[in-house]
């Protein structure tokens, strides 16, 4: 498509655009005048070579004699992406050409799809650092008001409100917009599995905006660089496409909830509940729930048992590989049969493996879905959104690598402080994995039982009662919206044999 050209303050622009990228360029100027007026570039000198991805474009209008196109841009590589808009006037004999350009700036911006979509909104004030109010007002809904979206937006006023609007609410929406962190997520989903039409209501995809403290979904959706970033989170509410993910079936006693994260017991759940007073501390919170649970290497009263599917932890990592290059089909794991009202919910994959026992004692468990559970930690670097298994990371209490040896008699020694501190040392990019007392597991369902009356158990970081439990996993019933078919964090790391390998297209 041909360019055009606007005036904009008396400075002559040329927009144009291209299949991949959107450009913006003045065409005369007073020489290192300094603009911001498109977000693109501070000095005009620079415009020649700069671009937007055409994906980043969410608007362009032409109305009496004025183009405005509005974009997401950065003000550098590493800043977060900003709302920003090119507009101006054009020539009486240009008017229809510009018309036609804008419509068709927005046919190849959406690639077809409509931009106005119908949106669901819940904002939790309380969630992350209470910033979720003041980020949507001020960052995203910009961004849904200049697509012409129509917004139901609720704030949330307790916990349990999500779920009870999500339980009773229309299936008329393009999606679900979660303003908070994973606890809200949680709710939604819950409240979808209680819905009458829960089927449909599955069907209609999530998209969270990163407000909460570990916005594990996020990141895992969009990436380190824009998985907390809400104006990125935001875009991906206009352009994603919907990704089918694994859900868990999470039993206790006759009472199931949907689990669509993670589920933890030991040091991991501890940090989480016992540094909810340090809120205001955002992520940070769970690096001091860490340190002080090692310090402590308090044992986890359970017993495990698992229906394991894979524990070879260089085939797990050459299956990712194989399925983001696209060389491996979905497992052969047939979908979830459809949900009726009032039945249990069966998993597909639970049926075919024979139970084991996980006989060692631990620190932790950590079991669910997704490579990051927070920013600092990419607990599960293996895991496949639709494998129909669940990732299974468990903490031995002692090292197979550190023992003594006296008479008859073999003593293990605890995981060393040290050992554990060292594993802080890259597990943003899941070096952990490789870590012997690391012991990882694929399975299609596993069951655990306290052996004490006392823990900690967190699903999906919030707290539940520490009572014996069965997680089954329920393949592609979760819908969400994102930029790639695949989670997009990357597992890059030294592997067992001390070679750097990558996970990733
Ligand atoms: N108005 C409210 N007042 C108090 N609690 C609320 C309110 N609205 C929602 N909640 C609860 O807030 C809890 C925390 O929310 P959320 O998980 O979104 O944030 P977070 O815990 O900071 O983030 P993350 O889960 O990503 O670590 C949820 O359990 C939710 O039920």
């Not at 509410?237 to 206790?252: A, E, M, R, Y």
């Not at 006296?406 to 003593?411: E, G, Q, Y």
């Not at 089954?472 to 019933?477: G, I, K, T």
């Amino acid at each position: 498509m041909p360019q055009i050209f606007i005036d904009t303050r008396g400075v002559s622009v040329s927009l144009r655009f291209t299949e991949t990228s959107f450009f913006v360029e003045p065409t005369k100027h007073n020489d290192h005048t300094i603009t911001c007026y498109t977000g693109i570039f501070n000095y005009f000198n620079d415009v020649q070579h700069a671009g937007v991805p055409l994906r980043s474009v969410i608007s362009a209008n032409f109305a009496s004699g004025t183009v405005e196109v509005q974009y997401l841009a950065r003000s550098s590589k590493t800043s977060s992406l900003a709302l920003a808009t090119a507009h101006g006037t054009v020539k009486e004999e240009d008017m229809t050409r510009a018309k036609e350009w804008c419509q068709a700036l927005l046919l190849a911006a959406y690639q077809g799809a409509n931009p106005s979509k119908n949106l669901k909104v819940f904002v939790n004030p309380f969630g992350g650092q209470g910033k979720a109010r003041t980020t949507y007002a001020s960052k995203v809904e910009p961004i849904f008001l200049a697509t012409g979206c129509t917004l139901d937006v609720t704030y949330t006023t307790h916990s349990g409100h999500a779920l009870e609007l999500a339980r009773e609410m229309k299936l008329e929406y393009d999606a679900l917009v979660v303003v908070s962190g994973d606890g809200l997520i949680h709710e939604v989903l819950n409240g979808i599995y209680q819905h009458q039409h829960r089927d449909k209501a599955f069907c209609i995809p999530i998209a969270p905006i990163p407000t909460g403290s570990a916005n594990a979904m996020s990141l895992n959706l969009l990436g380190l660089q824009d998985g907390l970033d809400p104006c990125a989170a935001a875009l991906n509410v206009l352009k994603g496409q919907p990704l089918k993910v694994d859900l868990f079936s999470f039993t206790q006693a006759n009472l199931h909830r949907i689990s669509f994260m993670s589920q933890s017991i030991g040091l991991m759940a501890d940090l989480d509940v016992e540094t909810e007073h340090l809120r205001w501390m955002g992520d940070t919170r769970f690096l001091v729930g860490y340190l002080r649970g090692v310090i402590t290497r308090k044992s986890c009263p359970v017993e495990l048992s698992l229906k394991v599917v894979d524990q070879d932890k260089s085939h797990m990592m050459d299956a990712l590989y194989a399925r983001r290059a696209g060389s491996l089909p979905n497992p052969s794991i047939s979908p979830s049969p459809p949900l009726s009202d009032g039945k249990k919910i069966d998993s597909p994959g639970s049926s075919h493996e024979e139970w084991t026992r996980f006989e060692k004692p631990i620190l932790w468990m950590f079991a669910g879905q997704g490579p990051f559970v927070g920013r600092s930690l990419m607990q599960f670097p293996v895991s496949v959104a639709d494998d129909g298994l669940i990732d299974i990371a468990i903490q031995e209490t002692v090292s197979r690598m550190w023992f003594v040896r006296f008479r008859d008699l073999t003593v293990y020694l605890k995981v060393s402080r040290r050992n554990l501190l060292r594993a802080m040392d890259g597990a943003e990019e899941g070096r952990v994995y490789w870590m012997n007392s690391n012991r990882y597991f694929k399975a299609s369902a596993y069951r655990a039982r306290p052996l004490a009356p006392k823990g900690t158990l967190v699903v999906d970081g919030e707290e539940v009662p520490f009572q014996e439990f069965q997680v089954d996993v329920l393949h592609r019933l979760g819908t969400f919206l994102s930029p790639y078919p695949y989670y997009e964090p990357a597992f890059t790391v030294l592997d067992a044999e001390g070679k750097t390998r990558r996970a990733g297209v």
